[in-house]
């Protein structure tokens, strides 16, 4: 399983790199150096950031799978199909895990104010928990209908995540006179933990549901 | 007989075919060939053997084990070349042969390595710029460098140059030739089956029609040549692909050990001439009388 991880790690390294290691922490650098960063576009476009990341990195992945017929190669070869499954889950939750305390930890070393950088990374964690629930029903979703299916949905719910902030900004904020700060202390307000529990059960719960679809998906 | 591979009742329906309770046994140690026409039902047969798709019925049993419940185990155990060679195509024979290392309790890379270069494989360059051949014979590559025990082969020469095709045929008859391995070869050109089959298998609008050893089958379906009056209306009856000429006939008979003695006097005489039949010449036969 562990090999297989390796082989599937290769697009997520590539999108985490990208968006965590080089281009976001650069880019965004100086909005962090605000006096309340918590009002600031940065962790509020953070989270749609990690969809990109994570949903990005598994629709070119099931891409490339479905072009050199990866799933009809591992069948023909003695692999449970537990074992994809649980690589490409694994991959997510790691993918998550390092982005999530990536830029935890870069709120915690900019901010020095605990009640800008805690907040911000609870919004966070909460948000990579709902990536991952999107990101499970992603995987069943493919599994069962078939990539060319799915993959078109994947790229609506892509556009409408990394497009939500503009209406978003534009209906909530202006018309109806919601700050970006009280959305996000709304968010802020789930226990991130009992969320996190909750996420990360109905996660491995999908896991199943997904290993059951392959092991079913045949001719 | 020891059997390998055990069928029982096995069934899959599609739209618009059928797949008909099929029950097969293939004896351990020899090479069986399944020879049909193309749309017969060898494919679906042999994916169903190696748990590739979902049957609708019956038992597949493969070292006496449920080909559904030990999948694993039998797949480490059998080397399989399907009909379409499937690899991550971005990637080399190298990166295949350790990728797919990781998997086969039995790998020999050694062994692969060998293959490789016995089949003339480039190691490093990229599967999607394979021919049609290499990508066959990388399939075979893989298939024997897990020491299975059972080889099963689908189609495995279309597509290959005739010297390679001779080379998999002569390599596939080396491999069994101390009886631990058995083969599986299913294939429309009958001249490989003929080539290295112990025993034959035809199968028909998704039906055996006919199981049998091969030098059993070639001793007893043979042409007849006949001029008029020389043969006897009884076995006239039963003679298949009958044509008729201006001084007689010719027709195809499957019990010839059975009707030599009473063809003595006319095989004396000259009257009556005997010739052997090709394994497409059964194979004809049995799908017009179907």
Redesign the interface.
């Known amino acids: 399983m562990i090999y297989l991880m390796k082989k599937f790690s290769f697009i997520f390294i590539l999108y985490l790199l990208l968006a965590v290691g080089l281009v976001f922490p650069l880019f965004n650098y100086d909005r962090l150096t605000g006096p309340d960063p918590l009002t600031l576009n940065f962790v509020f476009t953070l989270a749609p950031y990690l969809f990109f990341v994570v949903l990005g990195a598994v629709y070119i992945h099931e891409q490339l799978e479905q072009k050199s017929n990866g799933y009809a190669f591992l069948r023909t070869l003695p692999v449970k199909a537990s074992d994809i499954v649980v690589a490409k889950f694994l991959l997510v939750l790691l993918s998550v895990l390092i982005y999530i305390g990536f830029y935890c930890v870069a709120f915690a070393k900019i901010s020095t104010n605990p009640s800008y950088w805690k907040p911000s990374c609870s919004f966070l964690i909460i948000n990579g928990n709902i990536c991952l629930i999107l990101t499970a029903l992603l995987y069943v979703g493919i599994f069962r209908y078939g990539y060319n299916k799915v993959g078109k949905f994947v790229v609506l719910l892509w556009l409408f995540i990394v497009l939500s902030p503009i209406p978003i900004n534009i209906f909530l904020l202006k018309r109806l006179g919601i700050s970006r700060r009280e959305i996000i202390e709304r968010v802020v307000s789930l226990n991130w933990v009992i969320v996190t529990l909750v996420c990360v059960a109905l996660y491995l719960l999908l896991m199943r549901v997904a290993i059951k679809t392959l092991e079913e998906a045949k001719a | 007989m020891n059997n390998i591979l055990k069928i029982r009742n096995l069934r899959k329906e599609y739209e618009e075919f059928i797949l008909d309770d099929i029950s097969w046994d293939i004896p351990k140690g020899y090479i069986t060939g399944l020879i049909g026409p193309n749309g017969a039902g060898k494919t679906t047969t042999i994916k169903l053997i ?5 049957s609708d019925g019956g038992e597949v049993d493969v070292f006496g084990l449920d080909h559904v419940a030990n ?3 039998i ?2 155990r059998v080397g ?1 070349v ?1 009909e ?1 060679q ?5 990637r080399s024979a190298n990166w295949t042969g350790k ?2 290392s ?4 039995d790998w020999d890379m050694e062994h692969y390595q060998k293959l490789l270069e016995e089949f003339e494989i480039p190691r490093k360059k990229m599967i ?1 710029k394979f021919s049609k051949g290499m990508r066959v014979k990388l399939s075979l590559a893989i298939a024997l460098s897990h020491n299975p025990e059972l080889i099963i082969l689908d189609e495995p020469t279309a597509g290959l140059d005739p010297i390679i095709r001779r080379d998999v045929l002569d390599f596939l008859q080396t491999i069994t030739q101390n009886g631990d391995r058995s083969v599986l070869i299913s294939s429309h050109i009958t001249d490989d089956i003929a080539r290295i089959a112990d025993t034959i298998t035809y199968m028909i609008n998704g039906r055996i029609a006919l199981t049998a050893a091969k030098d059993d089958l070639l001793a007893n379906w043979k042409r007849i040549h006949f001029s008029k009056g020389a043969l006897d209306p009884k076995i006239f009856e039963t003679l298949e692909q009958l044509e008729d000429h201006a001084f007689g006939g010719s027709g195809i008979t499957k019990d010839y050990l059975q009707i030599k003695e009473s063809l003595s006097q006319g095989l004396a005489t000259g009257d009556i001439k005997v010739e052997n039949v090709g394994l497409d010449d059964i194979l004809i036969s049995l799908v017009k009388e179907q």
């Open positions: 190696m748990n590739l798709i979902k999948d694993i185990e797949k480490n399989y399907g379409e499937f690899f991550y195509e971005h990728f797919v990781h998997f086969f309790t999607r």
